[in-house]
């Protein structure tokens, strides 16, 4: 089982597969990971998740390194995946850059 998830690309895997690898082998992602075991499923009204959302980037791109914007998006983009047909969840509603050639793990653009 796949318990380690990236926060960006979302990539699943297992302690193995990252053993002797400085952050994730795909984008390149070097900040924390988390555990699939802390997945879980809550009830919230979609306005009070989009100001959550909202007022979290404003936080992150006054304050956040390149890191923390791709983290952001990251779980922005796993919101949306699960709501394909709402409105933007996000003012800015940026997408992070997954390229696995930037060694540093700087994706965000
Ligand atoms: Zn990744």
New binding site residues.
């Given amino acids: 089982m796949k318990e380690i998830r990236?926060i960006?690309?979302r990539?699943l895997f297992d302690h193995k597969e990252l053993k002797n690898n400085n952050g994730?082998p795909?984008?390149g992602?070097q900040g924390p990971t988390m555990l699939t075991k802390g997945d879980i499923n809550i009830n919230i009204n979609w306005f009070e998740l989009r100001l959550i959302c909202a007022w979290s980037e404003s936080m992150v791109l006054n304050i956040g390194d390149e890191h923390s914007k791709n983290a952001f998006y990251g779980v922005i983009k796993a919101i949306k995946d699960q709501l394909p047909n709402s409105e933007p969840i996000t003012i800015f509603d940026q997408t992070p850059i997954i390229n696995d050639t930037v060694p540093d793990g700087t994706l965000f653009n």
């Fill in positions: 990236c960006v690309c990539t994730c795909i984008c992602y």
